[in-house]
T-cell receptor, first 112, second 111 residues
Framework: GQQLNQSPQSMFIQEGEDVSMNCTSS?????WLWYKQDPGEGPVLLIA?????ELTSNGRLTAQFGITRKDSFLNISASIPSDVGIYFC????????????FGKGTRLSVIA | DGGITQSPKYLFRKEGQNVTLSCEQN?????MYWYRQDPGQGLRLIYY???????QKGDIAEGYSVSREKKESFPLTVTSAQKNPTAFYLC??????????FGPGTRLTVT
């Protein structure tokens, strides 16, 4: 099936640093979503984006829906130890309950 | 409390046995999904159901079966035909006007 190209695959950063990760696709998406997964748990929805160019924040997290509708990025400012986990991007090609297309995830490690 | 429950959290089975994983939601969502996650890997779609009594195969349906007899329940059976069943299984649900939310997952180990 289709997949999104998510990068980087993993990151090691110092506490307090800003983080940026992105997803790209050859297809146009109607919706972009960002999830975080803690070890041994299910992914939790962080941010949902619905319009090209949309920029949305959730605390220290900021995500943008690319103008071309083929990409999205997630920024985390001033990272803290609890930011550790795997971040997944997901996109929806059509409206309604069609299955999401997922990236392979970015594994974030924060060094205190 | 509204949400998605999966039970049990950990499941152990002998090779050759079928096993059924439970997924229940009280969010009144129409659609439900099953994903498989292997260590260090992303999420792969096994089956999904957009309405009761209907379901579609995802990318890796071979060796799995599902049923959707009730809106709130979408059990997944891992059959003996699944060659590598040991994995982390995630259930999710969504509805028009609501994004997709995940359950806590079931870790299945087959030896």
């Amino acid at each position: 099936g289709q997949q999104l190209n998510q990068s980087p695959q993993s990151m090691f950063i110092q506490e307090g640093e800003d983080v940026s990760m992105n997803c790209t696709s050859s297809s146009i998406f109607n919706t972009w979503l960002w999830y975080k997964q803690d070890p041994g748990e299910g992914p939790v929805l962080l941010i949902a984006l619905y319009k090209a160019g949309e920029l949305t924040s959730n605390g220290r997290l900021t995500a943008q829906f690319g103008i071309t509708r083929k990409d999205s990025f997630l920024n985390i400012s001033a990272s803290i130890p609890s930011d550790v986990g795997i971040y997944f991007c997901a996109g929806r090609l059509n409206t309604g309950n069609t299955p999401l297309v997922f990236g392979k995830g970015t594994r974030l490690s924060v060094i205190a | 409390d509204g949400g998605i429950t999966q039970s049990p959290k950990y499941l152990f089975r002998k090779e050759g046995q079928n096993v059924t994983l439970s997924c229940e939601q009280n969010l009144n969502h129409d659609a439900m999904y099953w994903y498989r996650q292997d260590p260090g890997q992303g999420l792969r779609l096994i089956y999904y159901s957009q309405i009761v009594n209907d379901f579609q195969k995802g990318d890796i349906a071979e060796g799995y079966s599902v049923s959707r007899e009730k809106k709130e329940s979408f059990p997944l059976t891992v059959t003996s035909a699944q060659k590598n069943p040991t994995a982390f299984y995630l259930c999710a649900s969504s509805s028009a006007g609501s994004e997709q939310y995940f359950g806590p997952g079931t870790r299945l180990t087959v030896t």
